[in-house]
């Protein structure tokens, strides 16, 4: 089936090819750009949580991911205070969810499966080493300025969606605020070989603790990123000198060899943009929102913005859903970052990196508290479903809408005033 609209998308990450391929399987033009000349390899997001390995299956994606992933069935949340451990299992959700497991492989990998599928379909293509200089649009149009080694030149297409990270070129063209803040700290992520599993780490695990936080997740057999917190003072060549100091305070035995493969560092935010649409032109992934990574809450929201994207758009290129779906994009994927993923990140942080001895106590036995109660214990690890948001419905602006800013009025009158589409992003 071939609808013949154009979909243009900028930014070659997760949210950007997966929302290539589920339109272009929808019958749509598909042309995805980015400024990069391949496939990004440096240490990103890599572990896959049970509402994303669910996106992955609904695209046909899941088996080739099985084939080179590393599994996980435990999280894990280490106290260095006490010594305790807090375990997770996913195995007791199995009745719950076919899903009842974690994925650990590089997101490079993910686009490598994911371009494999998409360009054996037709009227789909991806250019490297191309600029999004900006954009203009008509009621039935956009026009995309590019830059190229041979020049800028102008692509025309039905609807624009931007996947180009935090910096988002696109967003900027639009004209949105990106409203929030930027942590202090900087982030490390290193690639190391070393035997945790031999020490009983689990494949997803953090620590927590003021000075050395860290979080270590398995990629393959003997394979592992440990991502940390350096100083923001640091040039680069510091932070990159300092490695093997903090690395004693993070593997188990430090005595034992390991090889660093990579490393590198970036800021992290707590920010939204305004809005994810103007028109014709979208906003996914980390180009709407962007998060502090502890915890895999921006990786896993900018997934199902792609998945929300793919329903809605693709619903309207084929007749199926009213132009009006495109605007509950926006809204709702705006609601589940506000609501859930930011708030989420925002505690996952705290809970890692909490300097208050008191706060740390506490805690520790609210985690053993939730580990006592099964069904509490089984909602929690269910709850990242929510990240996939609510199905479309035609009336939602005079049933959901009304039932949230409902909700909100309750905050706001609780909190001195509050609205969604005008929420602030603030330290919690």
């Known amino acids: 089936m ?12 997760p949210a950007g090819l997966i929302t290539a391929l589920g339109l272009a399987r929808q019958g749509a033009r598909v042309t995805v750009i980015d400024k990069e000349d391949d496939i990004v390899r440096s ?18 994606l899941l088996e080739d991911a099985k084939a080179v992933a590393a599994w996980g069935y435990e999280y894990n949340l280490r106290f260095p205070l006490s010594g305790n451990i807090g375990r997770l299992n996913y195995r007791t959700i199995e009745d719950l969810t076919p899903y009842a497991y974690n994925l650990h492989f590089g997101q490079d990998v993910l686009a490598e499966i994911i371009l494999k599928h998409f360009l054996a379909l037709p009227d789909t293509e991806i250019r490297w080493s191309t600029e999004f200089l900006g954009f203009e649009q008509s009621e039935d149009s956009v026009q995309v300025r590019i830059g190229t080694a041979q020049g800028e ?25 990106f409203e929030g803040f930027t942590w202090n700290d900087v982030f490390m992520a290193t690639n190391v ?56 305070h993070f593997l188990p035995d430090p005595s ?10 970036y800021r992290v935010h707590q920010r939204s943009a305004s809005s994810y649409r103007l028109g014709r032109a979208f906003l996914a992934g980390d180009a709407a929102h962007a998060t502090n990574p502890i915890g895999g809450m921006g990786f896993t929201s900018g997934i199902q913005d792609a998945m929300t994207l793919i329903n ?11 132009s009006d779906a495109l605007d509950w994009y926006a809204y709702e994927r705006r609601r589940c970052y506000l609501e859930i993923a930011n708030p989420t990140a925002i505690e996952f942080k705290r809970r890692t990196q909490e300097a208050d001895y008191t706060k740390r106590i506490e805690d520790e036995a609210n985690m053993f508290n939730l580990m006592a109660d099964s069904e509490m214990m089984r909602g929690a690890m269910m709850s990242v479903f929510q990240l996939a948001g ?36 603030t330290k919690a």
């Not at 809605?312 to 009213?322: A, E, Q």
């Not at 009304?402 to 005008?422: C, F, K, N, P, Y």
Request: glycine share 10%; aromatic share 8%; with cysteine.
């Open 193 to 248: 070989i070393y035997d945790f599993d031999k020490h009983g780490y689990a494949a997803s695990t953090m620590v927590a603790d003021p000075d050395h936080w860290c979080v270590i997740a398995k990629i393959s057999d003997n394979f592992w990123r440990i991502a940390y917190g350096e100083d923001a003072s640091l040039t680069e060549e510091q932070r990159l000198a300092r490695i093997h100091e903090r690395f004693q």
């Open 2 to 13: 071939t609808i013949g609209k154009h979909v243009l998308v900028v930014g070659a990450g």
């Open 43 to 60: 240490p990103r997001a890599m572990v896959y949580l049970p509402s994303t390995i669910k996106a992955l299956d609904e695209l046909g």
């Open 312 to 322: 809605c758009l693709g619903g309207v290129l084929n007749n199926r859903l009213p």
């Open 153 to 177: 030149q102008v692509l025309e297409a039905d609807w624009l969606v931007g996947c180009d990270g935090a910096g988002s070129e696109v967003r900027k063209a639009m004209g949105l605020e």
């Open 256 to 265: 034992e060899p390991y090889e660093l493969v990579q490393a590198n560092s």
């Open 390 to 425: 609510r199905p479309y419905q035609e009336d939602w602006r005079e049933t959901v809408l009304r039932q949230d800013q409902a909700g909100l009025t309750q905050t706001a009158g609780a909190h001195g005033g509050v609205s969604l589409q005008s929420k602030t992003l």
